[in-house]
């Protein structure tokens, strides 16, 4: 049985600080990420998209060379991650996975829409994430970990929780979650 446990955190606003600045780099991967699926498919012809010119928005895309297309791909994207974690130096105090994750993301987009596109639905061509978009990050193996007074242990140790402290639950992922009111 699969169980969903939600916990409010009170972060300190240190912690704050560092939980939206891990999530403004995992937007900032996922939109270059996106400009390089896009870029890699346009630069070689390979899609046709029909924009509706009034909202800008692609109505959709079609496959129409038959030329070699140099590919783009989660798997290659994966594999250029820690060449990007030295190059810039912000990305390496959030954890690879989670970083994988953000790409993972975006390739469920992208099976989406050639899914749509198959089944001659309204496609929904993935879009550039905004501030207001993009909510959430994933540490995709949390492992048996017991849900102690921390959130994780790289960055932002101990938020409150305000939850029973004796649990223990087999976790297996943990999503940190923005929550806008209004």
């Known amino acids: 049985m699969r169980k969903a446990l939600k916990y409010r955190l009170y972060p300190t606003k240190k912690q704050e600080q560092v939980l939206f600045w891990t999530l403004a780099r995992c ?12 870029d890699a498919y346009q630069q070689y012809e390979r899609t046709q ?6 909202t800008g928005q692609v109505i959709a895309a079609t496959m129409v060379a038959k030329q070699r297309v140099r590919s783009v791909s989660y798997y290659k994207q994966k594999r250029d991650l820690p060449e990007i974690k030295d190059l810039r130096e912000e990305y390496q105090d959030i954890q690879s996975q989670v970083l994988q994750d953000v790409l993972l993301r975006l390739k469920r987009a992208f099976d989406g829409f050639f899914r749509r596109l198959a089944n ?6 993935p879009r550039f994430l905004g501030g207001n978009r993009y909510h959430s990050f994933t540490y995709p ?3 048996g970990v017991p849900l102690q007074n921390r959130l994780h242990q790289d960055q932002a ?3 409150d929780r305000r939850r029973p402290q004796n ?15 209004l």
């Open 27 to 38: 937007r900032e991967l996922y939109n270059a990420a996106l400009s390089e699926w896009k």
């Open 49 to 54: 998209l029909r924009v509706n010119a009034e």
């Open 120 to 125: 001659g639905e309204g496609p929904g061509f």
């Open 141 to 143: 193996q949390a492992g």
């Open 157 to 159: 140790a101990s938020p």
């Open 167 to 181: 649990l223990y639950h087999q976790v297996r992922n943990r999503s940190v979650v923005r929550r806008v009111l």
